[in-house]
C-alpha cells in the first residue's frame, strides 16, 4: 500500500513538474504569439479553448468511457470556470498588456493564495516547514526575474497586472475548492467536460477576432507558435495537471509555478538572447529547495494520524 502511494507521489510530481516547465516555455513562445498583428488574446484563448477540446475528446476514445454523475458535470463546469476560462483569459490579456517581468513575479503568488485557501477551506495546517519552502521558493523565482535579461524595456501596464493577479486567485480556487471532483474520474474524463464548457464559455468573447482575413495574415512562425501553445501549453499540460492533484496537496501542486520563470530564462538563454550567471543558478537554488521543503511538510491527514497514535500509545 505505501509502495503503490509512493509511486502515485513520485507521478503527481513528475506530471507537475513537466506541466509547468511547459507553461514556463510557454511564456516566451505565447508573448511571441501575442507579438504578431494577426493573433489577438481573444483568438489565442479561443484557440486554446476549441484545439484542447477536439484534442481532449479524441484522446479519450482510447480510454475506457467513463459515466460522470449530473451533480459532478456541474462542479466540472464550475473548474472549467475557474481553472481554465477565467485563469486563462485573464492570464492572456494579462501577458499582451503587461510586462514578463511582472507577470513572471505576479506568477509567484500563487502557493500562498493556494495555501490560505487550502487552509481556509481543506482545514490544512500551515506548518513552518511549508511557509518556508513557500518563501524560499518565491524568493527564488523573484530573484531570477528581477535580474534577468528577459526585462522589458517598457514597464507593466496596472491592468494588465491586475489581470495576472485575477488569473492566480483563479487557478488557486480551482487547486483548492475543485480536488475532490477531480479526484473522482480519470484525467482524461475531466478534462474533455472541462474544456467542452471551456470552448462554450470563450466563444460569445471570440467569433469576431476569428475571420478568414486573420487567418489568411498568420505567418508561418504564428501558426508555429500557436499550435504550441495550443498543443503543449494547454492540451498536455492540463492532461498532467490532474494526475498531479490526484495524489498531491493543493499548495505542493501551486508551488511547481515558481519554475516557470526559470525555465523561460534557460529559453531565453538557449536562444542566446540571455546568459546564465549567478542569479539564475542561485534562483533554480532556492525555487528546488523551496518545492522539496514543502514538499516534506505533513498534511492535515498526516497530523492527525500522527495525534490519533500518540493518543492511541498513551492510553
Given at each position: 500500500m505505501i509502495k503503490v502511494m509512493e509511486d502515485k507521489s513520485v507521478r503527481g510530481h513528475t506530471a507537475i513538474l513537466t506541466a509547468q516547465v511547459?507553461?514556463?516555455?510557454?511564456?516566451?513562445?505565447?508573448k511571441l504569439a501575442l507579438s504578431s498583428p494577426a493573433v489577438s488574446a481573444n483568438s489565442l484563448t479561443f484557440y486554446r479553448m476549441v484545439g484542447a477540446m477536439v484534442l481532449m475528446w479524441l484522446t479519450s476514445l482510447f480510454f475506457p468511457r467513463e459515466k460522470v454523475a449530473r451533480r459532478d458535470?456541474?462542479?466540472?463546469?464550475?473548474a472549467s470556470l475557474f481553472g481554465v476560462v477565467l485563469n486563462q483569459n485573464l492570464f492572456i490579456h494579462g501577458l499582451a498588456l503587461t510586462s514578463s517581468i511582472n507577470a513572471g513575479i505576479i506568477?509567484?503568488?500563487?502557493?500562498?493564495?493556494?495555501?490560505a485557501l487550502a487552509a481556509l477551506y481543506l482545514k490544512e495546517p500551515i506548518t513552518w516547514k511549508k511557509a518556508?519552502?513557500?518563501a524560499l521558493a518565491m524568493c527564488g523565482a523573484s530573484l531570477l526575474i528581477l535580474t534577468?535579461?528577459?526585462s522589458s524595456t517598457r514597464e507593466g501596464d496596472p491592468t494588465g497586472d491586475l489581470y495576472c493577479v485575477l488569473s492566480v486567485l483563479s487557478f488557486a480556487?480551482?487547486?483548492t475548492f475543485f480536488r475532490d471532483v477531480v479526484r473522482r474520474y480519470r484525467f482524461v474524463t475531466v478534462m474533455k467536460w472541462m474544456f467542452t464548457c471551456a470552448a462554450i464559455l470563450s466563444l460569445p468573447f471570440s467569433y469576431r477576432s476569428l475571420s478568414p482575413t486573420v487567418w489568411q495574415a498568420m505567418s508561418g512562425a504564428d501558426l508555429l507558435n500557436v499550435g504550441f501553445v495550443v498543443v503543449f501549453a494547454t492540451f498536455v499540460s492540463y492532461l498532467l495537471i490532474p494526475i498531479g492533484q490526484q495524489s498531491l496537496r493543493p499548495t505542493v501542486v501551486s508551488i511547481y509555478s515558481n519554475v516557470q520563470p526559470l525555465v523561460a530564462a534557460i529559453v531565453v538563454v538557449a536562444a542566446g538572447m540571455g546568459t546564465f550567471g549567478w542569479d539564475k543558478a542561485g534562483s533554480a537554488l532556492l525555487i528546488f529547495a523551496g518545492v522539496y521543503?514543502?514538499?516534506?511538510?505533513?498534511?492535515?491527514a498526516q497530523i492527525e494520524a500522527q495525534r490519533a497514535e500518540k493518543q492511541k500509545s498513551e492510553s
Open positions: 511547459i507553461f514556463g516555455v510557454n511564456m516566451v513562445i505565447g458535470l456541474l462542479l466540472l463546469f464550475l506568477s509567484t503568488l500563487s502557493p500562498f493564495v493556494t495555501m518556508v519552502g513557500v534577468s535579461h528577459l480556487v480551482y487547486l521543503i514543502t514538499t516534506i511538510s505533513k498534511s492535515r
